[in-house]
């Protein structure tokens, strides 16, 4: 298996309100921070060890704010590099694949809320969440266990995957797949942070992960 790099999207509106959920534009420090992703990819995720030029992929969720985040890498069509010392011209290629497992936790009737407005319109409900994260169902959404099964294929992928690959999802996301990597237990996936403007690269070894984490300032 090949190294991982997970990055939440850049800041979007809703994130800038403290709503969860929705399906809103980046801001403009969300924009900034594409940029930043799309110079990284390019530099450090599409290089080997000896700074030759390599494929790579590129996965996002189906939501505009992971697609928007990506808007700035090149892809998905082969890119000549400059040459390496040897004068010969290299292609990379960054294949690109948007996938509807990856979008956020759907959170049902809450979304679009804050979760001030969630407390007081539905007491019950957020204490239920309180008190069992991994287990909780939103009315009409989902819960975390509900996406640990829509995530299954993806990390099967991820697990035959034979090149770096950049994922550009959501935290809820993360928290899972960086979970199932790192051998942290499933009650505990949930609340695991996964800070914006970051990217988290995991070499996976025998039993665990190699870790590296890139803050990218916007
Ligand atoms: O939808 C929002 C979040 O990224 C997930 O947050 O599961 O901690 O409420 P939460």
Redesign the pocket.
Known sequence: THEFYLTRHGQSEYNKLGK??GDAPLTDDGRMYARRLAEFAKKVICRNAHGDAVPARLWTSGLRRTKETAAFIEHPTLEVCLPPPLGKLQWVQMRAREWRHLD??Y?GICDGMTYDEIQQLYPEEFELRHAD?LGYRYPRGESYLDVCHRLEPVILEMERCRQPLLIIA???ILRLIYAYFCGIERAKA?HVSIPLNTVIQLQPCTYSCVETRELLHT
């Open positions: 969860i959920g956020e936790i959170a994260k959501h935290q809820g949930p």
